[in-house]
C-alpha cells in the first residue's frame, strides 16, 4: 500500500498547494479590483485606447490605432518590419539625448 | 484417477509458411491423470519447452485440441486462458522468468495482482509460501542479489502462490548443482504429496530416473516415443 | 480491492525501477509544461486586464486619412459628429511620440485639458494644471530618476529645450497603462509638436447608448468619408488578436520542442526494450489477460504525463502568478525598455487548461499504448521467444 499512498499523498499535496495558490490569488482580490477601478478611471479621464506594453514601434505601441494596410511603418532607429521588428533591436550608432533632468532644488 | 489434461494429435509449427518454419510439436497426444507425476524426457531441440507451453495454455497449437478438466481450451478466448492460467497452473520456467529489478516478495505476488484479493492477504500467502520454501528470510532483496538455487525457490513460491492443481516445470535443475537438485526434488516431493499434479520436462538423469517419477514419456524430434524406446 | 488499484500499484513499482531515466523524461516533460502553461497563463491574464482596462476606452476615436495615411484631423469635423443623434461628446486628441535614442526609449506624449478635478486614484501629485507642468508614468519616473517638482527639459524638432515641471507620478500599479506616458497640457503639447490650431491628432467620441457605436461608426464613415472610425470593441479585438499572436509565436517555437519530445518519447516507446517485452510475457504467464497489461501500461503513461502535467502547470502558475512571470519577460517584451512588471491577476480558462491537458497526456499515453499493444494480445511464449 505504500507506493500507492505516496502516490495518493502527491496528488493530495498538489491539490492543497493549487488550493493554497487559488487562495493566496483570491485574497489579492480587492487590490486586483482596485488597481482595475483605478486603471479604467484613468483611461476615462485621458482618453486612453491602448496599453503601455510594447513601445518600440508605433504600431505595437498603439496597435489599434495603426494603420492595418501599411507593410513598413515609422520606427525610432531601426529596420522596421513586421515581426521582426518587435524581437530585433535597433543598431545604437545615434546614441544621444533630448531628454534632461533638473532636479529639484535641495534634493541629493 | 480423473484425467485433468489431454492433448490430442497437437501440431505446433512456428514461423509457418516462411523459410525458417520450424515443426516444434509433431502429432503429440498425451493423458495426464490427476495426482500423476510426468517426466518428458529428451535431448535439447526435442520440443519439450514447446510441448509444456501448449499444456500450459501459453501458446496455442497450430492443430490439435487440448482439454482441461474435460473442458476443450484449445479456441477459448484469451481472457479465459489467462484465468486457466491464473488458478490453474503453476509454471516453473528453465530461467526461471523472475523481474530482476524487483524484490523476491514482490516477484511472489505477481500472479496475484489481477485478483480481488486485498494486499494484506497477498502478503499473507507470499510469507507463507516464502516461510515454507525457506527464502522469507530473503523477502526483500531484489532478485539479481540472488544465487541460482534462491531463484529456483522464488520461481516455485511465485507458482504455488495461487495453490494451483497443476504445476509445469521446464528443466527444473538445470542451474542447480547435485546438492540443489536434491533439496529441488524434495520439495517437488512435497507438493505431490499435498496432492498437486507434476509435469516435469527434463533430460537430466536424476530427475528423470527419480522415484518421485510415476510415468516417463520420451520426446524426440516433436514427436512422443514409446517408453522404454 | 479492486485489480486495477493493485496494478496502478505494480505500474508505480515499474517507474521506480528504472527512477533515474523517468526522472530525466519527467523534468523535461514538466519543464515544457510548465513554459506552456505559463505562456497561456499569462496571455489570458494580459487579455482579461486588457479587457477590464480598456473597457472605458473612448466609444469611437476618429482618424483622418489621407492618401491613405493618417493625417491631422481638422475640428470641425468634431462640430459635425457632435450633432449626430446619440453623440454625448467630442473631443480633440493631441498626441504623439518622443524617441530618446540614449536611453532607448520611445515615450508617449499625450495632451490633456484641465477639468474639474476628479482625484485620480493612481496618479501621486497632480495632472498638469498649468503651462509648464507634465505628469509621468512611473517607467518615465524610473528610467530618469525624477521625482515630482523636478523638471524635465525636452528638445523639440526646432531643437529648442522647453522646460516641465513634473507635478505628478502615475503609481506602479497603472504601468499597463502609463508606463510610457508623459502628460503635458493640450496647448503646451500643441506647441511642442507644432500642430496648427484647429487640427488634432484624432478625436474621441462618446456615445450615450453603447449599443450605437457601430450605427454611429458607419454613419461617421458615410457622412465623412475621409475619416476611420475605430469603435471600442475593434480596440479590444486587437488586444485579444495581438496576446494570440504573440503567445502563438512562442507557442510555435514550443511546440517544435514538444514534438521533439514526442519523437525521442515515441522512439523510446516503439521499440519495445527486451527486458520490457520479457516482463509482459512473464506477466501473462502467470495469467494477466491482455486488458491487465494494457491497464499497466495505461497506468505507467498516465502516472509519467499526469505527474509532468500537474507540476508543470503549477510551475508555470507559481512562475507567473508569484514571480510576475520573469522567465517569460524576454519573449514577450520585445525590445522595449519600458517594458512593464507585471503583476497580474489569474485568469483561469478550464478550456486551455484541459487543451493543456490533452495535449499532455494522450501524445504521452499513446507512445506508451501503441507499442505494448502487440505483445499484450500476443500469446505468453511467443512473445517470451521474441
Given at each position: 500500500m505504500g507506493r500507492l499512498g505516496w502516490f495518493a499523498g502527491f496528488l493530495f499535496l498538489c491539490l492543497a498547494l493549487a488550493v493554497a495558490l487559488g487562495l493566496d490569488n483570491l485574497a489579492d482580490h480587492s487590490r486586483y479590483a482596485a488597481r482595475v477601478r483605478g486603471g479604467q478611471q484613468l483611461v476615462r479621464v485621458l482618453g486612453l485606447t491602448d496599453l503601455s506594453l510594447w513601445t518600440e514601434a508605433r504600431y505595437t505601441r498603439h496597435l489599434s490605432q495603426a494603420d492595418n494596410f501599411a507593410a513598413f511603418q515609422d520606427h525610432p532607429a531601426a529596420l522596421d518590419h513586421f515581426p521582426a521588428g518587435s524581437l530585433v533591436s535597433p543598431p545604437r550608432q545615434t546614441a544621444t539625448t533630448r531628454l534632461t533632468l533638473i532636479k529639484k532644488p535641495g534634493s541629493p | 484417477m480423473t484425467t485433468l489434461l489431454r492433448a490430442e494429435n497437437l501440431v505446433k509449427i512456428y514461423h509457418q509458411h516462411q523459410p525458417d518454419e520450424v515443426r516444434a510439436v509433431r502429432d503429440v497426444s498425451v493423458a495426464v491423470q490427476s495426482g500423476e507425476v510426468l517426466v518428458l524426457r529428451g535431448p535439447s531441440g526435442s520440443g519439450k519447452?514447446?510441448?509444456?507451453?501448449?499444456?500450459g495454455c501459453m501458446a496455442r497449437p497450430t492443430s490439435g485440441r487440448l482439454f482441461f478438466a474435460d473442458q476443450d481450451v484449445t479456441r477459448l478466448p484469451e481472457h479465459f486462458l489467462a484465468g486457466i492460467r491464473q488458478q490453474s497452473f503453476g509454471f516453473i520456467f528453465q530461467q526461471f522468468n523472475l523481474v530482476r529489478e524487483l524484490s523476491v516478495i514482490d516477484n511472489v505476488l505477481l500472479p496475484l495482482y489481477p485478483t480481488r484479493l486485498g494486499f494484506a492477504e497477498m502478503k499473507r500467502r507470499a510469507t507463507e509460501i516464502l516461510a515454507q520454501l525457506h527464502i522469507d528470510q530473503r523477502?526483500?532483496?531484489?532478485?539479481?542479489?540472488?544465487?541460482?538455487?534462491?531463484?529456483?525457490?522464488?520461481?516455485?513460491?511465485?507458482?504455488?502462490?495461487?495453490?494451483?492443481?497443476?504445476?509445469?516445470?521446464?528443466?527444473?535443475?538445470?542451474?542447480l548443482d547435485s546438492q540443489l537438485a536434491a533439496q529441488l526434488m524434495e520439495i517437488l516431493t512435497e507438493l505431490h504429496q499435498a496432492g498437486k499434479t507434476l509435469i516435469i520436462a527434463s533430460h537430466d538423469p536424476f530427475v528423470c530416473d527419480h522415484p518421485l517419477i510415476s510415468r516417463r514419456l520420451n520426446l524426440h524430434d516433436g514427436r512422443l516415443q514409446e517408453p522404454g524406446a | 480491492m479492486t485489480p486495477s488499484l493493485k496494478i496502478l500499484d505494480y505500474a508505480l513499482a515499474s517507474l521506480l525501477r528504472r527512477k533515474y531515466k523517468h526522472l530525466a523524461l519527467l523534468a523535461v516533460y514538466t519543464l515544457t509544461v510548465a513554459v506552456l502553461a505559463s505562456v497561456l497563463f499569462m496571455t489570458q491574464s494580459l487579455r482579461q486586464e486588457a479587457e477590464a482596462l480598456l473597457s472605458t476606452a473612448p466609444a469611437l476615436v476618429v482618424q483622418k486619412l489621407v492618401g491613405g495615411r493618417h493625417d491631422l484631423i481638422a475640428e470641425d469635423y468634431a462640430a459635425q459628429i457632435r450633432t449626430l443623434p446619440g453623440v454625448r461628446g467630442v473631443e480633440a486628441r493631441i498626441w504623439?511620440?518622443?524617441?530618446?535614442?540614449?536611453?532607448?526609449?520611445?515615450?508617449?506624449?499625450?495632451?490633456?485639458?484641465?477639468a474639474q478635478g476628479e482625484t485620480l486614484e493612481l496618479l501621486r501629485g497632480q495632472l498638469p494644471q498649468q503651462p509648464g507642468d507634465c505628469a509621468l508614468g512611473a517607467g518615465v519616473a524610473q528610467t530618469y530618476g525624477v521625482e515630482i517638482d523636478d523638471s524635465l527639459v525636452l528638445v523639440d524638432q526646432r531643437n529648442q529645450s522647453r522646460i516641465?515641471?513634473?507635478?505628478?507620478?502615475?503609481?506602479?500599479?497603472?504601468?499597463?497603462?502609463?508606463?510610457?506616458?508623459?502628460?503635458?497640457?493640450?496647448?503646451?503639447?500643441?506647441?511642442?509638436?507644432?500642430?496648427?490650431?484647429?487640427?488634432a491628432v484624432d478625436l474621441a467620441v462618446q456615445v450615450y447608448n453603447p449599443r450605437e457605436i457601430a450605427t454611429l461608426a458607419a454613419k461617421i464613415r458615410q457622412q465623412l468619408p475621409a475619416t476611420r472610425p475605430i469603435a471600442r470593441s475593434e480596440i479590444l479585438h486587437s488586444y485579444r488578436t495581438v496576446f494570440n499572436w504573440r503567445s502563438g509565436m512562442i507557442l510555435s517555437l514550443l511546440l517544435t520542442a514538444l514534438?521533439?519530445?514526442?519523437?525521442?518519447?515515441?522512439?523510446?516507446?516503439?521499440?519495445?526494450?527486451?527486458?520490457?517485452?520479457?516482463?509482459?510475457?512473464?506477466l501473462k504467464a502467470l495469467g494477466w489477460t491482455t486488458s491487465d497489461v494494457l491497464q499497466l501500461k495505461f497506468w505507467e503513461g498516465l502516472c509519467l504525463s499526469l505527474t509532468a502535467f500537474i507540476l508543470g502547470t503549477l510551475g508555470g502558475w507559481i512562475q507567473v502568478y508569484q514571480f510576475g512571470g520573469g522567465?517569460?519577460?524576454?519573449?514577450?517584451?520585445?525590445?522595449?525598455?519600458?517594458?512593464?512588471?507585471?503583476?497580474?491577476?489569474?485568469?483561469?480558462?478550464?478550456?486551455?487548461?484541459?487543451?493543456l491537458g490533452a495535449l499532455t497526456i494522450f501524445p504521452y499515453l499513446v507512445c506508451t499504448l501503441v507499442p505494448a499493444w502487440k505483445n499484450a494480445v500476443s500469446d505468453p511464449d511467443a512473445v517470451m521467444r521474441s
Amino acid at each position: 500500500m505504500g507506493r500507492l499512498g505516496w502516490f495518493a499523498g502527491f496528488l493530495f499535496l498538489c491539490l492543497a498547494l493549487a488550493v493554497a495558490l487559488g487562495l493566496d490569488n483570491l485574497a489579492d482580490h480587492s487590490r486586483y479590483a482596485a488597481r482595475v477601478r483605478g486603471g479604467q478611471q484613468l483611461v476615462r479621464v485621458l482618453g486612453l485606447t491602448d496599453l503601455s506594453l510594447w513601445t518600440e514601434a508605433r504600431y505595437t505601441r498603439h496597435l489599434s490605432q495603426a494603420d492595418n494596410f501599411a507593410a513598413f511603418q515609422d520606427h525610432p532607429a531601426a529596420l522596421d518590419h513586421f515581426p521582426a521588428g518587435s524581437l530585433v533591436s535597433p543598431p545604437r550608432q545615434t546614441a544621444t539625448t533630448r531628454l534632461t533632468l533638473i532636479k529639484k532644488p535641495g534634493s541629493p | 484417477m480423473t484425467t485433468l489434461l489431454r492433448a490430442e494429435n497437437l501440431v505446433k509449427i512456428y514461423h509457418q509458411h516462411q523459410p525458417d518454419e520450424v515443426r516444434a510439436v509433431r502429432d503429440v497426444s498425451v493423458a495426464v491423470q490427476s495426482g500423476e507425476v510426468l517426466v518428458l524426457r529428451g535431448p535439447s531441440g526435442s520440443g519439450k519447452t514447446s510441448l509444456l507451453s501448449l499444456l500450459g495454455c501459453m501458446a496455442r497449437p497450430t492443430s490439435g485440441r487440448l482439454f482441461f478438466a474435460d473442458q476443450d481450451v484449445t479456441r477459448l478466448p484469451e481472457h479465459f486462458l489467462a484465468g486457466i492460467r491464473q488458478q490453474s497452473f503453476g509454471f516453473i520456467f528453465q530461467q526461471f522468468n523472475l523481474v530482476r529489478e524487483l524484490s523476491v516478495i514482490d516477484n511472489v505476488l505477481l500472479p496475484l495482482y489481477p485478483t480481488r484479493l486485498g494486499f494484506a492477504e497477498m502478503k499473507r500467502r507470499a510469507t507463507e509460501i516464502l516461510a515454507q520454501l525457506h527464502i522469507d528470510q530473503r523477502r526483500n532483496f531484489k532478485v539479481a542479489q540472488l544465487s541460482g538455487g534462491e531463484q529456483q525457490r522464488v520461481a516455485i513460491a511465485r507458482a504455488l502462490i495461487n495453490h494451483p492443481p497443476l504445476i509445469i516445470a521446464d528443466e527444473p535443475t538445470a542451474h542447480l548443482d547435485s546438492q540443489l537438485a536434491a533439496q529441488l526434488m524434495e520439495i517437488l516431493t512435497e507438493l505431490h504429496q499435498a496432492g498437486k499434479t507434476l509435469i516435469i520436462a527434463s533430460h537430466d538423469p536424476f530427475v528423470c530416473d527419480h522415484p518421485l517419477i510415476s510415468r516417463r514419456l520420451n520426446l524426440h524430434d516433436g514427436r512422443l516415443q514409446e517408453p522404454g524406446a | 480491492m479492486t485489480p486495477s488499484l493493485k496494478i496502478l500499484d505494480y505500474a508505480l513499482a515499474s517507474l521506480l525501477r528504472r527512477k533515474y531515466k523517468h526522472l530525466a523524461l519527467l523534468a523535461v516533460y514538466t519543464l515544457t509544461v510548465a513554459v506552456l502553461a505559463s505562456v497561456l497563463f499569462m496571455t489570458q491574464s494580459l487579455r482579461q486586464e486588457a479587457e477590464a482596462l480598456l473597457s472605458t476606452a473612448p466609444a469611437l476615436v476618429v482618424q483622418k486619412l489621407v492618401g491613405g495615411r493618417h493625417d491631422l484631423i481638422a475640428e470641425d469635423y468634431a462640430a459635425q459628429i457632435r450633432t449626430l443623434p446619440g453623440v454625448r461628446g467630442v473631443e480633440a486628441r493631441i498626441w504623439g511620440y518622443y524617441y530618446d535614442s540614449l536611453y532607448g526609449v520611445n515615450l508617449t506624449l499625450l495632451g490633456w485639458t484641465s477639468a474639474q478635478g476628479e482625484t485620480l486614484e493612481l496618479l501621486r501629485g497632480q495632472l498638469p494644471q498649468q503651462p509648464g507642468d507634465c505628469a509621468l508614468g512611473a517607467g518615465v519616473a524610473q528610467t530618469y530618476g525624477v521625482e515630482i517638482d523636478d523638471s524635465l527639459v525636452l528638445v523639440d524638432q526646432r531643437n529648442q529645450s522647453r522646460i516641465f515641471r513634473v507635478s505628478g507620478i502615475f503609481s506602479s500599479d497603472s504601468q499597463l497603462l502609463t508606463q510610457d506616458l508623459l502628460v503635458l497640457g493640450n496647448a503646451d503639447l500643441r506647441a511642442f509638436f507644432e500642430i496648427p490650431t484647429g487640427l488634432a491628432v484624432d478625436l474621441a467620441v462618446q456615445v450615450y447608448n453603447p449599443r450605437e457605436i457601430a450605427t454611429l461608426a458607419a454613419k461617421i464613415r458615410q457622412q465623412l468619408p475621409a475619416t476611420r472610425p475605430i469603435a471600442r470593441s475593434e480596440i479590444l479585438h486587437s488586444y485579444r488578436t495581438v496576446f494570440n499572436w504573440r503567445s502563438g509565436m512562442i507557442l510555435s517555437l514550443l511546440l517544435t520542442a514538444l514534438l521533439a519530445f514526442a519523437i525521442l518519447a515515441w522512439d523510446r516507446a516503439s521499440g519495445l526494450g527486451a527486458a520490457e517485452k520479457h516482463e509482459i510475457g512473464i506477466l501473462k504467464a502467470l495469467g494477466w489477460t491482455t486488458s491487465d497489461v494494457l491497464q499497466l501500461k495505461f497506468w505507467e503513461g498516465l502516472c509519467l504525463s499526469l505527474t509532468a502535467f500537474i507540476l508543470g502547470t503549477l510551475g508555470g502558475w507559481i512562475q507567473v502568478y508569484q514571480f510576475g512571470g520573469g522567465l517569460l519577460r524576454p519573449f514577450f517584451s520585445g525590445w522595449s525598455v519600458l517594458f512593464p512588471q507585471f503583476d497580474l491577476y489569474p485568469a483561469l480558462s478550464f478550456y486551455e487548461l484541459a487543451s493543456l491537458g490533452a495535449l499532455t497526456i494522450f501524445p504521452y499515453l499513446v507512445c506508451t499504448l501503441v507499442p505494448a499493444w502487440k505483445n499484450a494480445v500476443s500469446d505468453p511464449d511467443a512473445v517470451m521467444r521474441s
